[in-house]
């Protein structure tokens, strides 16, 4: 018999696999429970059933963070509903993170609305960590296991002063909820100069879009992102069991969350996004650290879905969690495919002034502006920056065709089968080494040249002929993609902001 041992209660010899554990939010009112309601003479003595209060650890993956941890902790700390524990992890780091993390470690006391909550924080510096952000979380896990449920939260990551209230209701209330994400965006506040102004409205936009997919297909979230989601450690430990494996998170995957989240699914949990948690993630400034950042994701989501076994990752293109990772590869294609062949048969025909502008045209970028337009709109704190972004066309535009490179980057790493530690590459990018962003660049610009050289040496008759044919075959592809931006723009967003 396994026992556990319940906060609060002095009751023993508890088995998970037969005992009832109903647990409370802190903050707010029980949630119902229908058992409560049962006449004595029909409640079942064979099992005991107890009332508690969930207990939440806070894991921190710090890796080189001086300039973001204490703000992080700052806003933990100072939530509705702070975590009883938070452990920051601090992993191959050389720089003061781990000095300013001890400027917080101890107890902590904090009275919310007549509630008095205690917050202990522990800093932990693992030093040299060959698994860096995967064994830091697994560590975490281990010093936390005895809580009903673990927020991981990144070392760049500031969490709305309700994120974490709002996050344990929804678990609590639903106990089929192995993880639960926050809504995802960032601040730009801080920002300083025109780029780092230009990417960081980028990728709000395009978290703001991921989000609302997520939201308005059931709230089912593709990844639980590292960057602030709480998980229920029932949940891992189940995962644990049916994988074999000695800690939830494991190295097999670039993007170590996409795996667990499936994972999770298939041990019969759902994976959920909250319904208005938010939190600000750290942006990626440049087009270095924002090409290395991107190109691991899209690598690791095309392990996870493509056919085939590699190494120990299995990929599951059937797997529920990675149909919209499947929804965004092919909009990437067609993305990619509509607009080189625009631009290729514009300067063929030009080349022959063949060109004749048609109105027709118009029209997707105009479906396109008003999407980005209700994307924008749709944003909790939105902003003029944000709104101009989705008229002005061309910083929509330009990020796509940056989106388009990381892309084509990462599929051609994975065809080429290559051994590249994309961790490290980004890792570096964000240090302000490493020119594989130009890469995509210098490939298009070849690409270009070669093709137009090519063009240039066909007859008139052969230019003519190509151009009668391409031109129908990207009206229907612009049609087929018109349509799909339209249904993006009618659908309902049934009341959800992100």
């Known amino acids: 018999m396994t026992e556990i041992a319940v906060p609060g209660t002095t009751t023993r010899g508890m088995r998970r696999s037969t005992d009832r554990i109903t647990l409370l939010a802190r903050s707010g009112d029980e949630i119902p429970d229908v058992s409560t309601l049962v006449p004595e003479q029909f409640a079942d003595w064979n099992t005991s059933t107890t009332r508690r209060h969930a207990t939440i650890a806070c894991v921190i993956p710090a890796y080189n963070e001086e300039g973001t941890i204490a703000a992080v902790l700052t806003s933990i700390l100072s939530q509705t509903r702070p975590p009883d524990t938070i452990h920051v992890v601090i992993n191959n780091t050389d720089d003061d993170t781990g000095e300013i993390a001890q400027g917080f470690a101890g107890e902590h006391e904090r009275v919310v609305k007549g509630q008095k909550y205690s917050t202990v924080v522990h800093v932990h510096d693992i030093g040299v960590n060959p ?75 395009q978290f703001a879009g991921f989000n609302m997919d997520n939201l308005v297909r059931g709230r089912n979230m593709a990844v639980l992102g590292g960057q602030c989601s709480l998980f229920s450690v029932r949940a891992l430990e189940q995962v644990m069991y049916l994988n074999h494996q000695a800690a939830p998170w ?28 938010r939190a600000n993630v750290g942006p990626m400034t440049t087009l270095r650290s924002l090409h290395g950042q991107q190109v691991k994701w899209n690598y ?113 790493q994975f065809f080429a089968r290559s051994d590249k530690d994309n961790w490290a590459a980004q890792a570096a990018a964000e240090r302000g080494r490493g020119s594989a962003y130009v890469m995509p660049l210098v490939c298009a610009v070849a690409t270009f040249a070669v093709l137009i050289f090519a063009w240039s040496q066909q007859s008139v008759q052969l230019q003519s002929a190509i151009l009668s044919i391409g031109w129908p075959v990207l009206y229907l592809l612009t049609v087929l993609q018109t349509l799909f931006m339209i249904k993006k723009l009618v659908r309902r967003q049934r009341g959800f902001q992100v």
């Open 131 to 205: 698994d860096k952000k995967v064994g830091a979380l697994n560590f975490g896990y281990y010093v936390s296991r005895g809580h009903d449920y673990i927020l991981g939260v990144d070392g760049d990551t500031t969490l709305d002063r309700f994120c974490v209230e709002w996050m344990e209701k929804e678990m609590v209330t639903d106990q089929r909820i192995g993880g639960l994400s926050a809504i995802y965006s960032f601040d730009k506040s801080t920002v300083k100069g025109p780029m780092a102004k230009f990417l960081v409205a980028g990728q709000r936009a």
């Open 300 to 412: 690791g989501g095309i392990d996870l879905l493509w056919p085939g076994q590699r190494g120990d990752t299995k990929g599951q293109p059937m797997h529920p969690n990675l149909r919209l990772r499947w929804y965004e590869n092919i909009s990437m294609v067609l993305n990619i495919v509509s607009r080189m062949a625009f631009l290729l048969l514009l300067a063929a025909a030009l080349s022959i002034d063949a060109f004749v502008f048609n109105p027709v045209w118009l029209i997707p970028p105009a479906v396109a502006t008003m999407l980005n337009l209700r994307i924008a709109a749709s944003m909790h704190d939105k902003s003029a920056s944000d709104i101009f972004y989705a008229l002005l066309i061309a910083p929509a535009e330009l990020y796509m065709w940056l989106r388009m490179g990381h892309f084509l980057t990462a599929w051609t």
């Open 250 to 277: 494991v190295r097999d995957s670039e993007v170590e969350d996409s795996k667990l989240s499936l994972q999770i699914k298939d041990a019969g949990f759902s994976t959920k996004i909250s319904a208005r948690s």
